[in-house]
């Protein structure tokens, strides 16, 4: 059997974040696997780990990256983002051939009609590139090197699509738009280009990779790791909730992916169902470092969104660190293997009520819970930061340790 190590080099040897040694030339690259292979390493391993002298050295990203959800008023899942057609897994990913299905014209038809030109400081802060990037630079990308596939979804910022690398091996990817004149609008500029090259920086099995990124006049396109089953959420809206075993195999997909995240001192901070997707295995996928936190108008839709997922010391305005993320944690596993998050009081004056109630730590669990879940959850949300179970020990928890696949290689459960 293949081991990480050994995935690991043959990602390397696939050449995607190298330059060509001309620009007239083919990309350098030692092997040239199938599609299948390519697909497949994708997905289940993300990309090869940085160079042990560079993996402790990311800065820490800007304190005012919270997210809040949109009010809820009917069922939580239910009022999620509308349930369209941008989470059709892509099983025939891991076939010859891949399908990645008919593109609808849809990033020319919003350039003409979307987004100014920007100039001046911002041009200069925007023009973000990967193959000049300090740690990792790419080989040098454009729109004209993808063949462009179905639109995946539309995000704040601009159009996501499936595409493929025109040169070989043909790597199939996410493409995600982002409007320059819409971030100067939302003043985010500097944020934006930091979570950039952040997330380029990031290499773990259950964190969505940044393959490089490349602009135009009027956008930045993220090259993103295709998670081939889409949005985490819409399987929660589905279902209403997820079997015991389920959660627990993403739970400890979350807490093993928080941990490098911690040891990068890297916080998200946005836990939440909304900012996971699933791999086309079905492992977990920890997307959305912030740039949609930075959507013009958020802040004031953070004043009467649920709190959902914030925890105590960010409800009352105090200082926070990386245990903010163990509290959404708890709030996911409750979310999971109930189907609503702990605190959500809906109708009038809920929000003022969630308040307290997280404030208060008023955690209530339905009668059908095993102990075990009821345990984790129950030390993850503890009201003082120090108190919560540090991931280390989320990973070695009974309710964890029950379900984990015996053999284990995180990101690769396989769940439908
Ligand atoms: P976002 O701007 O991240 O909210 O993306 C908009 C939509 O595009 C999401 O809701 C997903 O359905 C889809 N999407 C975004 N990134 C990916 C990805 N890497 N792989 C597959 N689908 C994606």
Known sequence: MATIGSVTRQIAALELNKKPTSSAGPPLHTKQPSQTNVAKLLSKYAAPLPPLSTQNTLAKPQ????????????????????????????????????????????????????????????????????????????????????????????????????????????????????????????????????????????????????????????????????????????????????????????????????????????????????????????????????????????????????????PPEMVEGKEHGEKVDLWALGVLTYEFVVGNPPFEVRGHGGVDRTYTRIVKVDLRFPAALSPDVKDVIARLLRHEPQDRLPLSKVLQHPWIVKYRPKDCLRGRQVYE
């Open 63 to 310: 304190k005012s990256t919270q997210k809040m959800r949109a009010p809820t008023t009917g069922s939580s899942n239910s009022n999620r983002k509308a349930a369209t057609s941008s989470s059709s897994p892509a099983p025939e990913a891991t076939q010859p051939g891949i399908d990645i299905g008919n593109y609808d014209g849809g990033l020319e038809i919003d350039n003409e009609k979307r987004g100014e030109k920007v100039s001046g400081e911002a041009a200069t802060e925007l023009a973000l590139d990967s193959s000049s990037a300090r740690q990792y630079p790419t080989r040098v990308w454009t729109l004209h090197d993808f063949d462009m596939g179905r639109p995946l979804g539309k995000g704040k910022f601009g159009r996501v699509y499936m595409v493929r690398t025109k040169a070989e091996p043909r790597y199939i990817l996410a493409l995600k738009t982002l409007y320059k004149s819409e971030i100067v609008a939302g003043r985010v500029e500097k944020q934006i280009r930091r979570e950039i090259e952040i997330q380029q920086n990031l290499r773990h099995p259950n964190v969505l990779r940044l393959y490089g990124y490349f602009h135009d006049e009027k956008r930045i396109f993220l090259m993103l790791e295709f998670a081939g089953k889409g949005e985490l959420y819409r399987q929660l809206a589905k279902y209403g909730c997820f079997s015991e075993k389920r959660s627990a195999r993403y739970i400890d997909q979350m807490a093993d992916a928080l941990m490098y995240l911690h040891s990068k001192h890297v916080i998200h901070r946005d836990i939440k169902p909304e900012n996971l997707l699933l791999g086309l295995n079905g492992e977990l996928k920890i997307a959305d470092f912030g740039w949609s936190v930075h959507a013009p108008g958020n802040r004031r839709r953070t004043m009467c969104g649920t709190l959902d997922y914030l």
